[in-house]
């Protein structure tokens, strides 16, 4: 049977009794060679494992054009400059409170770092199967972590992606424990990033009012995990998508994309295009942001589409300790809350938030819901 749509997936999913879904996720896992396997090897049809399933909690568009587009803040001169520091910083609160989402220029990373660190994506993705395969583990506890789907054989659909995910910080790991084909960059792109990262918790402090060190003091940019994805080209792009509906889990993601495209954010029930732009980083809330902020700010949904062109890569920046031992409590800072403004969140770990996340998955209800008070 031949699916021309997604809205035709459910019922030719549900009339193949036969269909054997497990038996399919486990052949592919045991490839080792993740999506661009696939691909490498000619597919021109979307294994079943793949379809997405129409999304009934978003409204169908009703076709009307959405002439709005994410923030776009300039960081240059923001520390000498005590009126511009302000004016950006109303800016970084409006974006958080209403998008969640917003984009930085003028950030101190060389254009020349970010296209070093796209091009060694590429190069580790462009590598033979069999040299990839030391990395492929489902072990999160794994300095290195090269999979597709962290979430296979939870998940109702798999996205067409591979992921590696490395933890930079706190505890770097020694150059010989990455891979050769993006090690240099890798480590490179990471100290710029931890010094953005300090920058936009100061940013998002005073944009909720607080000290400037507030987040930073209580360690929100402690741990920086680098996620870095590769996206092949995809022979039926609406059969499938390349991430499907979530929210980020840390506190806050920086993100480079290519000049490729098809992220989007979910706001006013429409899905917004985030339009690459050259030079440029996306910002966005995690859940655990809109946690400690008492929903202040917005963890939003986004996703990203599958496309005909590709690969397309990207490089995610979660700013998080993810699954590391930590007894560090988070919960709504106290500063502000008030009698008119209790707690919506009980207290958490970002461990346990983290292993709640990851037992979930992507594609179900959002993981923070389950921590309301």
Same mark, same amino acid.
């Given at each position: 049977?031949v ?5 035709? *997936? ?55 054009? +959405? ?8 960081? /240059? ?12 910083v109303?800016?970084v ?28 994506v590429?190069?580790?993705? /462009?590598?033979?199967?069999? *040299? ?7 072990d999160?506890?794994?300095?290195? +972590? ?45 100290e ?22 507030? &987040? ?37 993601? +920086? ?18 295009? +985030? ?13 655990? &942001?809109?946690?400690?902020?008492? /929903?202040k ?7 990203? &589409? ?16 993810? &699954?590391?031992?930590s ?47």
């Amino acid at each position: 049977m031949v699916v021309n749509s997604p809205a035709e *997936v459910e019922s030719a999913t549900s009339s193949e009794h036969n269909y054997d879904r497990i038996t399919e996720l486990k052949a592919f896992d045991e490839t080792k060679a993740g999506v661009k396997g696939l691909v490498d090897a000619g597919i021109t049809k979307v294994p079943r494992m793949f379809y997405s399933f129409p999304d009934k909690s978003v409204k169908e568009s009703d076709n009307r054009e +959405v002439e709005t587009s994410i923030p776009v803040v300039a960081l /240059d001169d923001i520390d000498g400059d005590p009126i511009r520091r302000k004016k950006v910083v109303e800016i970084v609160r409006e974006a958080s409170e209403k998008w969640g989402f917003f984009q930085v220029v003028n950030h101190s990373i060389p254009v020349e770092v970010l296209d070093e660190m796209l091009d060694g994506v590429r190069k580790f993705y /462009d590598q033979h199967a069999e *040299v990839k395969k030391q990395w492929y583990t489902r072990d999160g506890s794994e300095t290195v +972590v090269y999979n597709s789907n962290f979430d296979l054989f939870s998940a109702p659909s798999a996205n067409w992606r591979d992921t590696t995910y490395v933890n930079m910080a706190p505890r770097p790991p020694n150059a010989d424990e990455l891979p050769e084909a993006c090690r240099d960059i890798l480590i490179k792109y990471s100290e710029y990033i931890k010094k953005l990262g300090g920058c936009l918790f100061e940013l998002l402090s005073e944009a909720l009012g607080l000290d400037p060190n507030h &987040l930073n003091d209580i360690g929100c940019s402690e741990g920086l995990a680098v996620l870095y994805h590769c996206y092949p080209a995809c022979p039926e792009p609406e059969l499938t998508l390349g991430a499907t509906k979530h929210a980020d889990y840390d506190f806050m993601t +920086v993100l480079l994309q290519d000049h490729i495209g098809g992220l989007q954010i979910l706001y006013d029930d429409q899905w917004i295009d +985030v339009p690459p732009v050259p030079g440029a980083l996306v910002v966005n809330v995690g859940d655990l &942001l809109q946690l400690i902020s008492n /929903d202040k700010f917005k963890s939003s949904q986004h996703k990203v &589409l599958a496309n005909h062109a590709g690969p397309r890569v990207s490089v995610a920046c979660f700013f998080t300790t993810g &699954l590391a031992p930590s007894s560090k409590i988070y919960g709504p800072i106290k500063e502000l809350l008030s009698e008119d403004n209790p707690p919506k969140y009980r207290e958490t770990t970002v461990r346990d938030y983290s292993l709640h996340y990851n037992a979930k998955g992507l594609g179900t209800t959002p993981a923070l819901l389950d921590f309301r008070l």
